[in-house]
C-alpha cells in the first residue's frame, strides 16, 4: 500500500510539470510578442494570438475578448498612448517565470517591467506580472489570453 501511495504521490508532482525544452516551446509566442511589441511590428506581434482570445489590461476598456481580441487590444493601446502622450514603450521580462504546461494547455506568470515615453520623460513600471495563457495549435503554441497586474 506504502508504494502505490508514494507512486500515486510521485504522479502528482509530475502532473503540470514540463520540461526544459516544452518549457522554451511554450515562452517563444510570447517573447516573439514582447520582441514584436517593442519593435512596433503590429502583424508579427498579433501572429502569436489564437482564433480566440481574452485579454485583461490596465487601460480602458480594461478587457478584450473574441476573434479580434489582440488586434483591438492593440489598436486600443495605441489610442490611449496616443492620447496620453505616451511614446517608445518598451516591455522587458524579469527574472522570474512561472510556467506550467499539462497536454496542450500552458499557464505562463513572467515578471515584467513596462517603460515608456511620456511628455518627454522616461517612465518605468518595475514588477508587474503578465499571466498567459496557451494552447497547442498544430505544432505552435497560441497566446489565448493574458491579464497584466500592475505593481
Known sequence: M???VAGL?????MVGSASASEKADV????????DSFNRGDVKTM??????????????PPYIWQGATGCADWSYDFNAYAKKNAITD??????????????????YVVVTVHFSFTQN????????SSWTVALQKV???????????AKH
Do not use: N
Request: proline share 3%; aromatic share 10%.
Open 2 to 4: 506504502s508504494k502505490i
Open 9 to 13: 504521490f510521485a504522479i502528482a508532482l
Open 27 to 34: 515562452m517563444r509566442p510570447i517573447l516573439q510578442f514582447v
Open 46 to 59: 498579433l501572429g502569436g494570438c489564437a482564433a480566440q482570445t481574452s485579454i485583461i489590461d490596465e487601460f
Open 89 to 106: 514603450p518598451k516591455v522587458i521580462l524579469g527574472g522570474k517565470t512561472y510556467v506550467d504546461v499539462t497536454g496542450d494547455h500552458a
Open 120 to 127: 518627454e520623460k522616461r517612465v518605468t513600471e518595475h514588477g
Open 138 to 148: 498544430a505544432d505552435s503554441w497560441r497566446i489565448t489570453g493574458w491579464a497584466w
